[in-house]
C-alpha cells in the first residue's frame, strides 16, 4: 500500500464550487505539506502543518484553506474554485526525526476547474 | 530566501549517453539539496540528497550529483542514460527561514526526453 494516497485522483469541477482535497498517510510522519505544480513554475507550497495544532501559509496560499484532522490527515480545500486553480496538486510529508528533511510525496490530484 | 535555478528546461539525449542535469542555488549557508524524479502521471521519487560530508554522492537508478560550493552548484549525473529515465526532473534546497522552518524551494524543473 503506498504511504501516501490522495483522493480524488482526477476532478473535473466548475467555477465557484467548493472543492476539497484529501491526503492520507500511514509513514507516521509529523509534518504535511499541500503543493501546486504548474508547467514551467516547478512546485510552490500552498499550505504546510507541523501537527494537528500548527498549519502555516506557503507562498500561494490565497484563496485556499487547510484542515489538519489528525496527524495522518490534511485536507485542502478550494472554497470557491476559479480556472486559474487549475493544476496538478500534490500532498508531502516528512519527519522532524529525520536530519535531512526529506519529504515524501503522494501520486498527486488533477484537478480541472471549467 | 533561497532559491533554485535549472536553466534547462528541456534536454534531449541520446540512449545510452551520458547526461548532466544542471542546477544552481542561493542561500547564505551549506543548504540540504535535493533530487527528484518525476515520471509521467507520478508523483515525485527522491533520487538523492546531500546535506553533509561526501561531495559526490550516489542515488538510485544510478544517478549521483556533486555538491560544488564554490560554484552553488548541484549537478545531477548518469553515465549512461536508459529510455526509463525519460521524466521531469527537479531540483530543491531546503534552508531555514526566519522562523526556524526548515523550507523547501523547489525549481522549475528539467524534461528529459530520451531517444533510441
Known amino acids: 500500500d503506498a504511504d501516501v494516497t490522495q483522493t480524488p485522483r482526477n476532478r473535473i469541477t466548475k467555477t465557484g464550487k467548493r472543492i476539497m482535497l484529501e491526503c492520507s498517510q500511514t509513514?507516521?510522519?509529523?509534518?504535511m505539506y499541500w503543493y501546486r505544480q504548474d508547467p514551467g513554475l516547478g512546485l510552490r507550497l500552498i499550505y504546510y502543518?507541523?501537527?494537528?495544532?500548527?498549519?502555516n501559509k506557503g507562498e500561494i496560499s490565497d484563496g485556499y484553506s487547510v484542515s489538519r484532522q489528525a496527524q495522518a490527515k490534511f485536507s485542502l480545500s478550494l472554497e470557491s474554485a476559479i480556472p486559474n486553480q487549475t493544476a496538478l496538486y500534490f500532498c508531502?510529508?516528512?519527519?522532524?526525526?529525520?536530519?535531512?528533511?526529506?519529504?515524501?510525496f503522494g501520486p498527486g490530484t488533477r484537478l480541472t476547474v471549467l | 530566501a533561497q532559491s533554485v535555478t535549472q536553466p534547462d528546461i528541456h534536454i534531449t539525449v541520446s540512449e545510452g549517453a551520458s547526461l548532466e542535469l544542471r542546477c544552481n542555488y542561493s542561500y547564505g549557508a551549506t543548504p540540504y539539496l535535493f533530487w527528484y524524479v518525476q515520471s509521467p502521471g507520478q508523483g515525485l521519487q527522491l533520487l538523492l540528497k546531500y546535506f553533509s560530508g561526501d561531495t559526490l554522492v550516489q542515488g538510485i537508478k544510478g544517478f549521483e550529483a556533486e555538491f560544488k560550493r564554490s560554484q552553488s552548484s548541484f549537478n545531477l549525473r548518469k553515465p549512461s542514460v536508459h529510455w526509463s529515465d525519460a521524466a521531469e526532473y527537479f531540483c530543491a534546497v531546503g534552508a531555514r527561514d526566519s522562523g526556524g522552518y526548515q523550507k523547501v524551494t523547489f525549481g522549475t524543473g528539467t524534461k528529459l526526453q530520451v531517444i533510441p
Open positions: 509513514k507516521g510522519h509529523d509534518r
Open positions: 502543518s507541523f501537527d494537528v495544532k500548527d498549519i
Open positions: 508531502a510529508t516528512s519527519d522532524w526525526e529525520l536530519s535531512s528533511h526529506e519529504q515524501f
